[in-house]
Nanobody
Framework: QVQLVESGGGLVRAGGSQRLSCAAS????????MGWFRQAPGGKQRELVA????????NYADSVKGRFTISRDNAKNTVWLQMNNLKPEDTAVYYC???????????????WGQGTQVTVSS
């Protein structure tokens, strides 16, 4: 069983910065991709914010390009999301996401963190 433990988040003013971290623990062979999704209030769909593969390649939602940076330490199974120039529309619950390769080297599955609230005040 793999666990993703998130930290960071909270209340920040518009224009400010926050850093989220997510560490994976448990038994697995490798993590293909790690990233962050978010779900805004009002029943909106969960959306991809940023993701990074074990190779280091990244992709970002258009709405955060140039403001957010995702990084990863493969040895520590940890991913970070540095969020700069935050806007009120970035307010959401942010969920860590990982694509896990099981110990059998064949199985692959997705696991999620518990979510952390980011609130940006105007």
């Amino acid at each position: 069983q793999v666990q993703l433990v998130e930290s960071g988040g909270g209340l920040v003013r518009a224009g400010g910065s926050q850093r989220l971290s997510c560490a994976a623990s448990g038994s697995f062979f490798n993590i293909n991709s790690m990233g962050w999704f978010r779900q805004a209030p009002g029943g909106k769909q969960r959306e991809l914010v940023a993701a990074i593969r074990s190779s280091g390649s990244t992709n970002y939602a258009d709405s955060v390009k140039g403001r957010f940076t995702i990084s990863r330490d493969n040895a520590k199974n940890t991913v970070w999301l540095q969020m700069n120039n935050l806007k009120p529309e970035d307010t959401a619950v942010y969920y860590c996401h990982a694509v896990i390769v099981g110990d059998d080297l064949q199985s692959q599955y997705v696991t999620w963190g518990q979510g952390t609230q980011v609130t940006v005040s105007s």
